[in-house]
């Protein structure tokens, strides 16, 4: 499928913690793509009730307890979240993690998924551009040239996420990648280290 008309889902979940056996969504933000047009009228946000409030987690979230404990439950808006990421590609900064717990969270979740930091690392390869090592988001936004003022909030990463592969894709277009086959299959080429 030509990357001009393949949906994509940029989706950031704020968790109680990074196992996704153990620790729950706190919120979710999705910023539907498609093509290269970041759709943000579409986006959703959602605060998530989970079953156990960690303090910790609310204090590096920003969000309050009170918030949280008036929150839907996961099974309330998983059905819209299926019905947003239906038939798109999900695209995240470290989407492993979000994908696990989405996956543990609705246990039949399924989807193919971007990872920007692959996208980035393949990018550099492709180019013959030396790639960030351990990026964050921040880092990751700051080579695209983005501000990143709103922080730890899912929707406002999902939206950074979205921005920085948006970026991504044009430069892919630039270089001859121009299907969704061939970006998958330049981000899961084995890493060569550039001399």
């Known amino acids: 499928m030509n990357i001009r008309e393949a949906r994509f ?5 704020e968790t109680t913690g990074l196992n996704p056996q153990k620790d729950e969504i706190i919120a979710i933000g999705i910023v539907p793509l498609e093509g290269l047009k970041i759709l943000s009228s579409n986006s959703f946000y959602s605060l998530v009730k989970p079953k156990k409030v960690k303090i910790k987690t609310l204090k590096i979230h920003g969000i309050s307890q009170e918030k949280l404990e008036k929150a839907p439950c996961f099974d309330e ?8 990421l239906e038939g798109s590609i999900l695209v995240g900064f470290c989407v492993e993690l979000d994908y696990s ?28 551009e030396k790639y960030l090592e351990s990026p ?19 929707l406002a990463d999902a939206f950074i996420t979205a921005q920085i592969f948006q970026i991504q894709l044009l ?21 060569q280290p550039i001399l």
């Open 77 to 84: 808006i998983y059905p819209k979240i299926r019905n947003i």
């Open 171 to 191: 430069r892919l277009l630039k270089v001859g990648i121009n299907t969704v086959e061939k970006l998958m299959s330049i981000i899961n080429e084995p890493e």
């Open 101 to 128: 717990f989405l996956k543990n969270a609705s246990r039949n979740f399924n989807a193919e998924k971007i990872d920007v930091v692959k996208v980035d690392r393949a990018l550099s390869r492709f180019l013959g």
């Open 9 to 13: 889902s940029s989706l950031d979940l």
């Open 136 to 154: 964050d988001l921040d880092s990751l936004a700051k080579k695209y040239s983005l501000k990143t003022p709103f922080r730890h909030n899912a």
